[in-house]
């Protein structure tokens, strides 16, 4: 979990953004909800933190289109908590043990199933600026849209990673991270 002891600045609020839109994404865990939507809802989110906050100067839904997003959201929403930390179930369709891979440009995503009730996920959004993935951006067209001199601000902060541990119940979620209300 990510947090700004200055309380106060650009930062810190960007910090308070994440935190919302955590919050929303814990909230969409649902039975008969396809973990992955909740993935691509969370580009989208971070699309909108990216153009709010001007690091990237076009709308979010261009943002998310050309996939920008990726650059500064390298990973995945959450997983499976199991046995194993990543536990194997993720990419499970059903009980046979048929694979459903991650939707096209989402490799990093380790669930794809479909929410049921008694299973337990991370909610695990990011916001990093990492100097590798930066400079492969740098390197392509979208260049251009980003706001360099925000990037260099935010750089010695590293990032942000909000993250919760959530039981999904047949009509409600328990928070196991931290006293949270998700109803």
Not at 40 to 55: E, K, T, Y
Not at 115 to 134: M, R
Not at 148 to 177: C, Q, Y
């Amino acid at each position: 979990r990510t947090y700004d002891f200055k309380k106060q600045g650009e930062f810190a609020d960007l910090v308070k953004a994440m935190t919302a839109h955590q919050i929303e994404l814990g909230k969409s865990l649902k039975p008969g909800v396809l973990y992955g939507e909740l993935h691509i809802d969370c580009h989208n989110r971070i699309a909108q933190l990216l153009s709010d906050f001007d690091i990237v100067k076009l709308p979010a839904a261009e943002i998310v289109e050309r996939q920008i997003t990726s650059t500064f959201f390298p990973h995945g929403l959450g997983h499976h908590l199991g046995a194993q930390v990543h536990d194997v179930g993720g990419f499970m369709r059903d009980e046979t043990g048929a694979h459903q891979a991650p939707p096209e440009g989402h490799p990093f995503l380790r669930c794809t199933r479909l929410i049921e009730k008694n299973q337990v996920f991370t909610i695990e959004p990011g916001l990093y600026f990492i100097d590798s993935l930066l400079g492969d951006l740098a390197q392509t067209d979208n260049k251009q849209f980003i706001n360099w001199e925000k990037v260099e601000a935010f750089k010695p902060f590293g990032g942000i990673r909000i993250e919760d541990n959530i039981i999904v119940h047949e009509d409600s979620l328990e928070n196991m991270t931290r006293d949270l209300l998700l109803d």
